[in-house]
């Protein structure tokens, strides 16, 4: 089955000037050009959030996958009709941003952030390599469904945060921290439901890391004043409330 993309591809091949055909430096062009526009769509919006892998990344592995991907379609000469495997070069980039994706994830006190930015590196990448290897239109097509996902679901996510948050303590280590919070959850008509408990040495004093989610199936969630009352009801060294990534 021959695509639109192929169709242009076609097209612009059979452009010449004086005799020298032009059309794969136009594709790589347009290639380049489209790579920079919509893995920089997809990094913006992680700037704006503030994220540690921002606008410049996702550029510069999107430019550098799809560049990769051209090399490995026209950079490798044919030898007596035996063509190379194209997709050998592509296999690399997909492993070697994985282990740059891993780097934007971070695990601190059982708490994991960045999984999102690392998808979207990863995904840059993926924009890169069909931006390269001329299949346009799924570019631009995946491009929206990332950005409706990143910014579209963000007012969905944050309802469904309101009525079952993540909440992070860090309390002194005889606290009976978890029947505390149960039972102010309770008298607020909430359940609790505990995701993990850590102790750990922080210089002299021992503390507890307790990170659980209340919920509630009928109404929002109050989050500062319950967060507030559970401070005060554990002496907790800090109370943080788990926002998406």
């Given at each position: 089955?021959?695509?639109?993309?192929?169709?242009?591809?076609?097209?612009?091949?059979?452009?010449?000037?004086?005799?020298?055909?032009?059309?794969?430096?136009?594709?790589?062009?347009?290639?380049?050009?489209?790579?920079?526009?919509?893995?920089?769509?997809?990094?913006?919006?992680?700037?704006?959030?503030?994220?540690?892998?921002?606008?410049?990344?996702?550029?510069?592995?999107?430019?550098?996958?799809?560049?990769?991907?051209?090399?490995?379609?026209?950079?490798?000469?044919?030898?007596?009709?035996?063509?190379?495997?194209?997709?050998?070069?592509?296999?690399?980039?997909?492993?070697?941003?994985?282990?740059?994706?891993?780097?934007?994830?971070?695990?601190?006190?059982?708490?994991?952030?960045?999984?999102t930015?690392?998808?979207?590196?990863?995904?840059?990448?993926?924009?890169?390599?069909?931006?390269?290897?001329?299949?346009?239109?799924?570019?631009?097509?995946?491009?929206?469904?990332?950005?409706?996902?990143?910014?579209?679901?963000?007012?969905f996510?944050?309802?469904?945060?309101?009525?079952?948050?993540?909440?992070?303590?860090?309390?002194?280590?005889?606290?009976?921290?978890?029947?505390?919070?149960?039972?102010i959850?309770?008298?607020?008509?909430?359940?609790?439901?505990p995701?993990?408990?850590?102790?750990?040495?922080?210089?002299?004093?021992?503390?507890?890391?307790?990170?659980?989610?209340?919920q509630?199936?009928?109404?929002?969630?109050d989050?500062?004043?319950?967060?507030?009352?559970?401070?005060?009801?554990?002496?907790?060294?800090?109370?943080e409330?788990?926002?998406?990534?």
């Open positions: 089955m021959i695509t639109l993309d192929q169709k242009i591809a076609e097209l612009l091949n059979s452009w010449t000037i004086d005799g020298w055909p032009i059309g794969n430096f136009v594709l790589v062009v347009i290639a380049l050009l489209l790579s920079l526009l919509l893995c920089g769509a997809v990094g913006l919006e992680r700037e704006v959030r503030g994220r540690t892998a921002g606008l410049r990344t996702h550029l510069l592995v999107g430019v550098g996958s799809c560049v990769i991907m051209v090399v490995s379609i026209y950079g490798f000469p044919v030898y007596d009709g035996v063509k190379h495997d194209i997709a050998r070069l592509a296999a690399q980039v997909i492993s070697g941003v994985g282990f740059l994706g891993a780097g934007a994830i971070i695990y601190r006190n059982s708490s994991t952030k960045g999984l930015t690392a998808s979207t590196i990863w995904l840059s990448m993926a924009i890169g390599l069909a931006c390269g290897s001329m299949n346009f239109i799924l570019a631009i097509v995946a491009t929206l469904m990332i950005l409706l996902i990143l910014v579209g679901l963000r007012r996510e944050k309802r469904i945060a309101t009525l079952k948050p993540f909440i992070r303590l860090i309390v002194p280590v005889d606290t009976p921290v978890l029947s505390k919070v149960t039972e959850a309770k008298k607020h008509g909430y359940e609790v439901t995701i993990s408990t850590e102790r750990y040495a922080d210089g002299e004093k021992e503390k507890i890391d307790f990170t659980f989610r209340i509630s199936t009928k109404e929002a969630i989050i500062e004043a319950i967060s507030e009352e559970i401070r005060l009801a554990t002496d907790a060294y800090s109370v409330v788990l926002q998406p990534n």
